[in-house]
């Protein structure tokens, strides 16, 4: 069974950190690429970072330094650690799972979509 349910949005101030994780079913857990995506009001879903199966990591230059994507194998669960927040971070934020390969951050190669929790930074 797929299953992807995000929790840890919230409402912080520029600067501040949050920490997003994502309970995935032990199915789930064990696909070969996992990933954070994010969709800002108005614009098309990004892609954050990925994790493949062995650990190896991406993430789109925006949030390079300040992001960390990680796997919790004992809880099954995809983290996001966020910090240094700006409101240009502000979005929905998506786990995301693929049966192959991390290959890219695009939305369409990945099959397997949580329902989002939402991220809004002020300034």
């Known amino acids: 069974e797929v299953q992807l349910v995000e929790s840890g949005g919230g409402s912080v101030q520029t600067g501040g950190s949050l920490r997003l994780s994502c309970a995935a079913s032990?199915?789930?857990?064990?696909?070969?690429?996992l990933a954070w995506f994010r969709q800002a009001q108005g614009k098309e879903r990004e892609g954050v970072a990925t994790?493949?199966?062995?650990?190896?990591?991406t993430y789109r230059d925006s949030v390079k330094g300040r992001f960390t994507i990680s796997k919790d194998s004992a809880n099954r669960t995809l983290d996001l650690q966020m910090d240094r927040l700006t409101p240009e971070d502000t979005a929905m934020y998506y786990c995301?799972?693929?049966?192959?390969?991390?290959?890219?951050?695009?939305?369409?190669?990945?099959?397997?979509w949580g329902q989002g929790t939402q991220v809004t930074v002020s300034s």
């Open positions: 995301a799972a693929d049966v192959s390969i991390c290959i890219s951050l695009e939305e369409a190669d990945f099959p397997f």
């Open positions: 032990q199915y789930t857990f064990n696909m070969y690429c």
């Open positions: 994790i493949g199966s062995d650990g190896t990591t």
